[in-house]
């Protein structure tokens, strides 16, 4: 029997770690990136650029069974985002890639919900009008959604899992956030990567998933309680404020991935980023 095949589109780490575990499984992974020296043995290497209209029209030769897009944006203006969300999705619409696949998944974030005051928010919630950044990448659910069957939106929350990481590293230089009550939530890179292959083999078995998930863990907590669990984890003191924006303010619910049957490796910011001090200081 054919082997399932999955084409990342945007393989930054993300897509590594997604590659490597349906890789491990048994599916074909092709993987598209500007640089493909650094994609592991065993991929199937596309260089190319996802804003070209010319690097995308090439991809649905390859007649993969499902698309995986993880986007960045290309500057952090709402021209940026534009260009890294709304624009390839719906150059690779255009083209006939998300028609011709079984399903796919598009990596969102919680960015784009309205709520800013520490509420709650779940798939249902309202989605931002006032934000520019935001705005684009709603446009950019909305195009994968309606072109692709069997589509699915992943809404992360803060990715976290690298060494050392924004969080910390901003800790380590005596910085912690004026606004210690703003709500903030997380996903580690490993939780988020499994996520997406949870969702990649319901689609091969035959089983329906949802059109959009909260990809976050179950523990929203605020950026003090957090800071104040990693300064004494890390031996840290002597901090003083830095500058935060407060657009990510609200609590997000993974409640329909969770009923779904995924189960998180890190459930909190403390499983988390105990596993991630534990790997790298003595």
């Not at 709603?138 to 690298?162: P, W």
Request: aromatic share 8%; with cysteine; charged share 20%.
């Amino acid at each position: 029997m054919k082997s399932p095949h999955v084409l990342i589109v945007g393989c930054g780490d993300l897509g590594l770690r997604l590659g490597l575990q349906l890789m491990a499984e048994g599916w074909s992974v092709s993987a598209m990136r500007r640089r493909v020296d650094r994609l592991p043995e065993g991929f199937s290497p596309i260089a190319g650029d996802y804003t070209q209209p010319d690097d995308i029209a090439g991809l649905i030769d390859l007649q993969p069974d499902y698309v995986v897009f993880t986007p960045l944006p290309t500057a952090r203006d709402s021209a940026g985002y534009h260009q890294g969300y709304a624009l390839p999705v719906a150059l690779m619409a255009d083209l006939g890639l998300l028609s011709a696949v079984k399903g796919g998944i598009f990596v969102s974030s919680t960015r784009v919900f309205a709520q800013t005051d520490g509420g709650w928010v779940d798939e249902n919630s309202p989605l931002t009008q006032s934000d520019p950044q935001g705005v684009s990448i709603v446009e950019a659910e909305h195009q994968f959604l309606a072109a692709c069957k069997n589509a699915t939106v992943l809404r992360a929350s803060g990715i976290y899992g690298d060494w050392p990481g924004m969080l910390i590293k901003r800790l380590q230089q005596g910085l912690c956030s004026p606004d210690p009550d703003r709500v903030s939530n997380r996903i580690h890179r490993d939780d988020l990567a499994g996520i997406m292959a949870f969702c990649l083999r319901r689609l091969e078995q035959g089983e329906t998933n949802a059109p959009v998930y909260i990809a976050s863990d179950h523990r929203p907590a605020p950026v003090g309680e957090i800071e104040a669990w990693l300064i004494e984890r890390l031996g840290l003191s002597a901090m003083t404020g830095a500058a935060t924006s407060r657009l990510a303010n609200r609590r997000c619910s993974s409640q329909r991935l969770q009923s779904a049957g995924y189960r998180f490796s890190y459930p909190d910011y403390q499983t988390g980023f105990s596993r991630l001090i534990s790997e790298h200081l003595p």
